[in-house]
């Protein structure tokens, strides 16, 4: 039989007691709460545009009476609550950016069961949840013997690569002891690894149709299809776990215009930096054969890296996560990430990245969000926050 390491049983414990009283404490400040989430949802945030989201954020936080309250050169959004003690810090960062951009409506209707709006699954609530923890700390009498940070990054998606957090950890001289990356959905989720991955983009441009001779330029679409049954033939490995994600696709403009531009979004990802590194050699030649074949303009652009890493499942900061979810009986689901926990892992700080709520359906339309769940998930956040305050999250 497994020996169980020391203190583990004082986790549950100290855990256990605590998960039911906080939920219910936090569901008294529902309105609080979705008054947080409309104030920080219903200002567009598309990635690079995120200051008068995070400046909301800030304002918020010095009516709130945190420290330090300001936003960096890259527009990241901070407030520190103080610890009684103060040698150590804990970061909590939500990404503020959303793919939509300014010119949708992001009012945000909000019933009983749900709440439905452009971004407020990823990551409108994660950025509300920030807002409305020291009012949490607050009602329940909390007082850490850290500082908490709470960051609201910028330049997190797509091409923004997280820039935001990387610039705060290449700049930032405060001691951070652990980190929790704060996501709307799903609730459940415990990412303790970052995949390793690269992310980009393939263009295809063919000659107007002034300009159009030679064979195969019937179409930009139909030399970007030649290019999707390439990549299609990469052998790509089932251990380590790999994969490549064809997320997104763009081109033409009329029924009847021939298409002289089409893009193509991917991302590579793998457990192995090896195995990215081959996927992205394969993408490589794929694109020169059928450029080879076309004539076509075809160009790859590389816009985001990451190396894989993270904390063992082992390490007390996933056995916290795991005990906080079971007593709430929600099943934990142990999915890798490729976004603020890799800058975390790259700086060498134990950190997860959890999730508040559920939904049953997100669409680039608009998103949608289950509103019980999230005081649960809030819930969840703040024992974590307690046990890693508590050192029962420490891997020493």
């Known amino acids: 039989m497994t020996k169980r390491k020391k203190g583990a049983k004082n986790i549950e414990k100290y855990i256990s007691s605590r998960i039911p009283e906080l939920t219910e404490a936090i569901r008294s400040i529902r309105e609080t709460l979705l008054a947080n989430l409309i104030l920080i949802g219903e200002i567009p945030a598309e990635t690079f545009h995120e200051e008068r989201r995070n400046q909301a954020l800030i304002n918020r936080f010095s009516e709130l009476g945190l420290l330090n309250t300001s936003i960096d050169e890259k527009y990241n959004g901070f407030g520190i609550l103080p610890g009684t003690q103060g040698d150590q810090n804990i970061l909590l960062v939500a990404h503020s950016d959303t793919v939509y951009s300014e010119k949708r409506d992001h009012a945000l209707s909000i019933s009983p069961q749900e709440i439905v709006g452009p971004g407020v699954a990823d990551n409108s609530l994660g950025v509300a949840a920030l807002a409305t923890l020291p009012d949490i700390f607050k009602l329940l009498d909390i007082k850490l013997k850290n500082n908490l940070i709470l960051m609201s990054s910028a330049s997190s998606l797509g091409r923004g690569n997280i820039e935001g957090l990387k610039f705060f950890l290449e700049n930032n001289?405060?001691?951070?002891?652990?980190?929790?990356?704060?996501?709307?959905?799903?609730?459940?989720?415990?990412?303790?690894?970052?995949?390793?991955?690269?992310?980009?983009?393939?263009?295809?441009?063919?000659?107007?149709?002034?300009?159009?001779?030679?064979?195969?330029?019937?179409?930009?679409?139909?030399?970007?299809?030649?290019?999707?049954?390439?990549?299609?033939?990469?052998?790509?490995?089932?251990?380590?776990?790999?994969?490549?994600?064809?997320?997104?696709?763009?081109?033409?403009?009329?029924?009847?215009?021939?298409?002289?531009?089409?893009?193509?979004?991917?991302?590579?990802?793998?457990?192995?930096?090896e195995a990215v590194e081959e996927i992205g050699f394969l993408l490589e030649e794929a694109i020169a054969e059928v450029k080879s074949k076309t004539k076509d303009h075809i160009s790859l652009d590389i816009f985001a890296k990451r190396k894989p890493g993270g904390i063992p499942f082992t390490h007390p900061l996933v056995r916290s996560a795991r005990i906080i979810l079971e007593e709430l009986e929600v099943s934990p689901r142990y999915e890798p990430s490729t976004s603020e926990l890799a800058g975390l892992i790259d700086s060498g700080i134990p950190a997860l990245t959890i999730g508040l709520t559920n939904s049953t359906r997100m669409e680039l339309e608009t998103e949608q969000i289950e509103l019980e769940p999230v005081f649960g998930g809030l819930a969840q956040l703040v024992t974590l926050i307690l046990a890693i305050d508590g050192g029962y999250a420490d891997e020493h």
């Open 173 to 273: 001289d405060l001691p951070i002891s652990a980190g929790l990356c704060v996501e709307g959905i799903e609730l459940g989720r415990v990412s303790h690894v970052s995949m390793g991955m690269l992310r980009g983009e393939i263009v295809v441009k063919i000659p107007s149709e002034k300009e159009w001779s030679g064979f195969g330029n019937e179409s930009a679409i139909m030399t970007l299809n030649e290019v999707i049954n390439k990549i299609n033939e990469i052998p790509v490995p089932r251990r380590p776990r790999s994969s490549i994600v064809l997320g997104r696709i763009e081109g033409g403009t009329e029924f009847n215009k021939k298409a002289i531009k089409a893009k193509l979004g991917f991302e590579v990802r793998s457990e192995s930096a």
